[in-house]
Structures are given as structure tokens and as C-alpha cells.
């Protein structure tokens, strides 16, 4: 059975940081590549970042860049994302998704809330 678990989220001030993780079970963690992405209330998701099988390729949106650290350990089946200079417009809900060919699965998220 496939899984995507989503852990580390939660309330933080503005300014401060956060490690996202996802456990990954079920499936060849090391032949995907992996991504998070976020939804705000009332928004559509966004991609955050992604991260090539090996861990060679990365790419982040705009926004994110110098902020934010996606990586993966493929010995441990896990995926992280490093938070750091929190914003308000940070809230939202982050998942995990795991892609090869024309696969894709889905974590159930984890809620980040950035507020004073």
C-alpha cells in the first residue's frame, strides 16, 4: 500500500522556521521524483519545490528561492522541506507528491500556520 505521510507542520511567528518531512512507504522511493506543494484556504495549490530522483536536479518557485531547502534521503524513504524566514503568506496546507511516468501520488498534508 502506497503512503505519503506529511509531518512536521504547525504554528510558527513570522520569521521562523519549520522541517517538513514526508515518509514514503509502498513504493521504489528512489525511482521518483518528489515535490511539495501548498494550498492556501481559497487558493489554488502551488508548487514549492521539486527534487530529481537522485537528488541531483532541484528546482523552487520564485517566491520560495533562498527561503526554502527541499531534499531527500533515498536510504530512509523520506523527503524534507527546510523552512526558514516564515511569512503569514507561507499558511498553508503542505503535501507531498511522488511522480515517475505517468504516476502520481499524494500525501494528506500538513498544515503550516505563520502568525503572531
Known amino acids: 500500500q502506497v503512503q505519503l505521510v506529511e509531518s512536521g507542520g504547525g504554528l510558527v511567528q513570522p520569521g521562523g522556521s519549520l522541517r517538513l518531512s514526508c515518509a514514503a512507504s509502498?513504493?521504489?522511493?528512489?525511482?521518483?521524483?518528489m515535490s511539495w506543494y501548498r494550498q492556501a484556504l481559497g487558493k489554488e495549490r502551488e508548487l514549492v519545490a521539486s527534487i530529481s530522483s537522485s537528488g541531483g536536479g532541484i528546482n523552487y518557485a520564485d517566491s520560495m528561492k533562498g527561503r526554502f531547502t527541499i531534499s531527500r534521503d533515498n536510504a530512509n524513504n523520506t523527503l524534507y522541506l527546510q523552512m526558514n524566514s516564515l511569512k503569514p503568506k507561507d499558511t498553508a496546507v503542505y503535501y507531498c507528491?511522488?511522480?515517475?511516468?505517468?504516476?502520481?501520488?499524494w500525501g494528506q498534508g500538513t498544515q503550516v500556520t505563520v502568525s503572531s
Open positions: 509502498g513504493f521504489t522511493f528512489s525511482m521518483y521524483a
Open positions: 507528491e511522488a511522480v515517475r511516468r505517468s504516476t502520481a501520488y
